[in-house]
Each structure stands twice: as structure tokens, then as C-alpha cells.
């Protein structure tokens, strides 16, 4: 602890205040189960989505093989809960226009001049991408993961451009596309005005109808887009691979029926916009994960990716295409809220249970054992110290959080380890009571008794370790810590408990019986203890001189 300056347990949300929310994931397509591949995807996908909306230090795991367990801070908020539990948002955009990010410095240079209204703008900086769409041909393999693309880095960017003299109130979002076909939009002179203004990082709205701004991963470039020409529905499968003779990877698309024809009218429309301003952009809530560009239309319902893509590059793109908007649907199982003064409020009260059950335990081993009661509160200390110091490190190490639950699992454990006390210390007794040495009975009642302590701490083990994958919430807090504690019952008996009951047994006060030991016979229940006399030898009593008979009879 202090190597690593943490000297406080990490707390759960039920201690120090937040909402903890339980979702079950369900395959939307109406059967099969739910792959261990798209519940990491949805928790990736889902853990973008809440620290997006501003929420510090949320916990995402997964449990089970379908169960999502969202720990946030703060209370309850209905949109929170509707936007982490909704399918993801994946959506085909045309590049209208794409700029340096404000937040990168760039080189002082004339900006461009905003265009007219009904033309076509022109990027004002073109990231001429190392991908690129066209026809599909088979592919050699097909793997999985999620990869953002390559094609920004090798941009070089220019100035944004300065609005116009006249400041314009910067909208969060862009306004509303004029209805009709979205190959046919064309920004106005507004859009134009609030692109310049946007800021990687400002919230709007994701709506397929309306144009949309959006950056890339790292923030370094922004775009105008248009209305969706595309959704994620559209798109039946992705992989990755490498096709035949091929040496780079790619990444194959596959759309549904209207899909396909949908893409390939979307397909006519960009190749023909020419070099530089053939970029569609693929959106997954409201991040431009890839912009491809299109040179030629693309038929038959499929198409590839295709640039310098590593493998995890091509993996992880395939990934967030194919599980990104359709497969893992959510329902909410469990929404749990509770206050700050109410986790403070529970945290005392299970540090006051702590205690008491401590204190209750250390009265019994007193009073039933006297002395031995010495062994059970050093012994309970040193296990006290090295839970203390487990559960802070882990904290630090594996991000665990202690729960109420677990502070229950530790009040458990107090039980589990003073069992392992009671099953040495009556089975020392009865060694002595067969008429065995106190130290002989030390080590004979040892070898008999730690077979019992295995098998006890075996099963809460065994029992704990089934919970854990089973249980959901914070019933698996509970269980780590009653696991947690069995094997440290394990050591502090095997390594402090039992020398230091040999050490004891060497001594006068515990060697030899003091009424107060509690190894003295009459506490034992018999006469002596075995190997020591039952005090000092009484004189012999000296016969009088008229009674002795002299050698050779009487005089």
C-alpha cells in the first residue's frame, strides 16, 4: 500500500451514492444466443456512450453470458437509462465538406470562402484516405474486431474557415434537411455557417434525416454530412480478410436486398461527384469511424473496404459494422439508485456490524477459552490487516469496488475464520483429554485438525466461486469477498495461528495448566494434564522411636 500510495478502499456506488443499472442482452434477429464477441462490442459501445454523456468513473463489466452491469454516479436520469440500453446508432453519410478540428493548430493561411447557396461545396480540406470502396471478390477469411480508420492521420490539414463579419449564434445542431431523396441535398448558406462554428465535442442530435457534424476518433478533423443514405439495418454481415493473392487486409460489406439497392444508387451518385469529393462517411453514434471514398457504382448487394489496414484495423472495423447497430438488443433488468447520505448511512452501518460481530466473537473465545482467546484476537487482527490491505490493493490493481454486499461477505468471513479456531482448539483439548503432553497435543490435534479446516474453507470456496459466475450485481461483490476471505482464513491459520499456539505451549502460564490458560485440567475436564505431576510431593510422615522394631527382633 504504501508502494503505491493508496491507503483507501475503493468504494461502490452503494456505499458513496449513484445508480447501478443491469442489462440483459437479447438477439434481435429472434433467435440464437448472444455471442461473447457482440456483448464485448455492446459494452464498448456502451461505455463510449456514457462517457459521452459526461458521467466520471463508471464501472461497465459483463456478467454471464448475456448481462451488462452499468455502475454510474449521480442519480437515476431516464435519458441515461433509455440511451445506454437503445442499439447503436450506425448510419452511411455523404462528405459534403471535412476541416481541420479547432482544437489542432494549424498554419496560418487565406481561408476559403463560404460557398453559395444550391451548389455543391467543395471540402475545404480533402483527407485523401488510404480506403477506398469497390466490388466485392471473395475474401480468404473472415474475423472479427473493431479498428477506426488510418485515412485521417496521412491528411494534411488547413485553417478552418472564419465566419462571416456578422457573428451567427453557433447551433448545437445543423438545421433540418429539406424533405426529398438525401443524394439530392446540398447544404445552405446556415449549415455552412454553423459547421464552421461546430467544436468536436458539442452535442446534437443524431437524426437520419437532418445533415450532421461529426469528427473522427482522435478529434482531429470534422465533417459535414448529410442526411443518411444508409443505415445499419441495411447491412446483413461484415468480415475482414485477406482475398485470394491478395497481401492487405479488407474488410467485406454485405447488405440486404433493399440495402443493395440502395447502396448502389447511393454508389452512382458519389462516383460521379469527382476526385476529392467522393468521401461517404460511416457513423457510429455520431463518430466517424471510416470515410472511404467511391470511384466506380457498386451492385450486387456487396462491396469492400479496402487500404492499408493492419489486421486488428480490418478486424475491428468489420466488428463495428457487423455488431454495431443490429444484433444486441437490451432490456432493462434492474435500475438501483441510492443517495450519497444513504450510502454514507450504509457504510457506517456495516463498519458498526463489522465491529459488533467482532467484538461478540472475541467475548465468546474469552470466556470459553480464556487464554486461547489471546490466539483468536491476534489471529482475527493479522486477518483483519491483510483483508484490509487485499481489498485496497485490488481496488488499485483490477478496479475492484467494495459493495455492501461485500462488506456482508467480510462480516461472513469473521464466522469462517473463528471456525477454524474452535476446530484446532477442541481438537487440541481432546488430545490432552487421551492423555497425551500438551505439546505433543499441539502438534497431533494440528495434523488432525487442518484436514478438517481445508475441507470447511474448500466448500465456502467452491460455494463462493459457483456464485460469483452465476450471480448478477452486486451479489458477485459478496462473493468475491467471502472468496477473498477463505483463502486468507487459510493462510493466517497455517502460517500465524498454529506457531503461535506452539510458541504458547512452551511457556509456563499455557505449559503448565494456569487455571486462567484455558488449559487447565479442571477446565479440560480432567485431573492432571498428562506429563506433569498434580503439585508438589507430599513429606512422609517420620515414625516415633517407640515404634521402630530393631534389626533381629525385640531387645
Not at 455488431?323 to 450510502?343: C, I, K, R
Not at 489471546?374 to 486477518?383: E, N, Q, R, T
Request: glycine share 10%.
Amino acid at each position: 500500500m504504501g508502494l503505491t500510495k493508496t491507503w483507501k478502499p475503493k468504494l461502490g456506488l452503494d456505499l458513496r451514492g449513484g445508480t447501478t443499472i443491469t442489462l440483459t442482452a437479447k438477439n434481435v434477429t429472434g433467435g440464437g444466443q448472444v455471442t461473447s464477441e457482440q456483448l464485448n462490442e455492446a459494452k464498448n459501445i456502451i461505455t463510449q456512450r456514457v462517457n459521452g454523456a459526461g458521467v466520471a468513473e463508471a464501472d461497465i463489466t459483463t456478467s454471464g453470458n448475456n448481462h451488462i452491469t452499468v455502475a454510474v454516479p449521480g442519480a437515476t436520469r431516464d435519458s441515461l437509462v433509455a440511451q445506454i440500453g437503445q442499439t447503436a446508432l450506425l448510419y452511411f453519410r455523404i462528405v459534403y465538406d471535412a476541416q481541420a478540428s479547432q482544437q489542432m493548430p494549424v498554419p496560418s493561411t487565406t481561408p476559403t470562402g463560404t460557398p453559395k447557396p444550391g451548389s455543391t461545396p467543395k471540402p475545404s480540406t480533402t483527407p485523401k484516405p488510404s480506403t477506398s470502396v469497390k466490388p466485392s471478390t471473395p475474401a480468404t477469411a473472415t474475423p472479427n474486431g473493431r479498428a477506426w480508420s488510418s485515412a485521417l492521420g496521412q491528411a494534411t490539414p488547413t485553417p478552418t474557415p472564419k465566419p462571416s463579419a456578422t457573428p451567427t449564434p453557433k447551433p448545437s445542431t445543423p438545421p433540418a434537411a429539406p424533405g426529398g431523396d438525401p443524394l439530392t441535398y446540398t447544404p445552405d448558406a446556415a449549415t455552412q455557417a454553423a459547421f464552421a462554428a461546430y467544436k468536436c465535442g458539442d452535442k446534437q442530435e443524431d437524426d437520419p434525416a437532418k445533415p450532421q457534424f461529426a469528427c473522427d476518433k482522435g478529434e482531429q478533423f470534422k465533417y459535414l454530412l448529410g442526411p443518411a443514405i444508409l443505415k445499419g439495418t441495411d447491412l446483413s454481415d461484415a468480415s475482414a480478410g485477406i482475398p485470394q493473392g491478395g497481401l492487405q487486409w479488407q474488410v467485406n460489406l454485405e447488405f440486404t436486398g433493399e440495402g443493395g439497392s440502395k447502396f448502389l444508387k447511393a454508389t452512382q451518385n458519389i462516383s460521379q461527384r469527382g476526385e476529392g469529393q467522393n468521401l461517404f462517411a460511416i457513423v457510429l453514434d455520431g463518430v466517424a469511424i471510416s470515410t472511404p471514398s467511391v470511384s466506380q457504382p457498386i451492385p450486387g448487394g456487396t462491396a469492400q473496404i479496402t487500404g492499408s489496414f493492419t489486421e486488428a484495423e480490418a478486424r475491428d472495423l468489420a466488428n463495428v459494422l457487423k455488431f454495431g447497430a443490429l444484433p444486441v438488443a437490451f432490456d432493462t433488468s434492474s435500475v438501483e439508485t441510492v443517495s450519497p447520505q444513504l450510502g454514507g448511512d450504509q457504510l457506517s452501518a456495516g463498519i458498526y456490524a463489522g465491529i459488533a460481530g467482532l467484538a461478540l466473537v472475541v467475548l465468546f473465545s474469552f470466556l470459553y477459552y480464556r487464554g486461547l482467546g489471546l490466539v483468536v484476537v491476534l489471529s482475527l487482527a493479522v486477518a483483519s490487516i491483510l483483508t484490509f490491505a487485499m481489498v485496497v490493493l485490488l481496488g488499485k490493481a483490477i478496479g475492484f469496488t467494495l459493495t455492501l454486499a461485500g462488506i456482508a461477505g467480510l462480516i461472513v468471513a469473521i464466522g469462517i475464520t473463528a471456525d477454524s479456531f474452535v476446530i484446532y482448539f477442541e481438537r487440541l483439548r481432546d488430545e490432552v483429554r487421551e492423555g497425551r503432553s500438551l505439546r505433543s497435543s499441539v502438534e497431533t490435534g494440528w495434523a488432525r485438525a487442518k484436514h478438517t479446516i481445508i475441507a470447511a474453507d474448500s466448500i465456502s470456496l467452491l460455494a463462493a466461486l459457483v456464485l460469483y459466475i452465476l450471480a448478477v450485481g452486486s451479489v458477485r461483490g459478496f462473493a468475491f469477498t467471502l472468496g477473498l476471505t477463505t483463502l486468507i482464513d487459510l493462510v493466517v491459520v497455517f502460517v500465524f495461528t498454529k506457531p503461535l499456539v506452539t510458541l504458547l505451549a512452551k511457556t509456563n502460564f499455557f505449559g503448565h495448566g494456569h487455571k486462567l490458560s484455558g488449559l487447565d485440567p479442571e477446565h479440560l475436564g480432567v485431573e492432571r494434564l498428562p506429563g506433569h505431576s498434580a503439585g508438589p510431593a507430599a513429606p512422609r510422615p517420620r515414625k516415633s522411636p517407640s515404634t521402630r522394631k530393631p534389626i533381629g527382633g525385640e531387645v
